[in-house]
């Protein structure tokens, strides 16, 4: 979900100098703005519940809840329900990337890298 050349210019082979510098500075710009890792907590047993972002379920209180602070405050989702809007694969490790704020519309990094650069058909790299 986080292809290592898409994020680190030694893993992409066949780049010349300029397209290496390019990529790192694709890289660290990508961690800065838009990576981010869930977290898991219960939900206050006192609180009247949340709705998940992915199915539109409730989370009741007390129950567990995953929150993506990039995503935007007081948004959550239920355990299973924390994918990739684009694959819907589970997001490994709770990493996720947010472009942009996107109001809970989480990608894994492949699906990110895409939405933000071209991938080459031949090597499938950014």
């Known amino acids: 979900q ?37 977290s898991i907590r219960p939900l206050p047993l006192t609180s009247a519940g949340a709705v998940c972002q992915q199915c539109g379920g409730p989370v009741r209180g007390g129950a567990l809840a995953v929150f993506a602070a ?29 472009p942009g704020g996107a109001g809970g519309r989480l990608l894994c990094g492949r699906h990110h890298g895409d939405t933000v650069r071209a991938r080459c058909p031949g090597c499938d790299e950014v």
Do not use: M
């Open 2 to 38: 986080f292809p290592i050349g898409a994020s680190q210019p030694q893993f992409c082979h066949d780049l010349d100098e300029t397209e290496r510098r390019e990529l790192k500075l694709f890289a660290q710009r990508r961690k800065r703005e838009n990576l981010g890792q869930g």
């Open 70 to 98: 990039r995503a935007g405050l007081g948004l959550c989702w239920h355990p299973p329900c924390f994918q990739c809007h684009q694959c819907q694969q589970p997001l490994v490790d709770l990493i996720y990337f947010c």
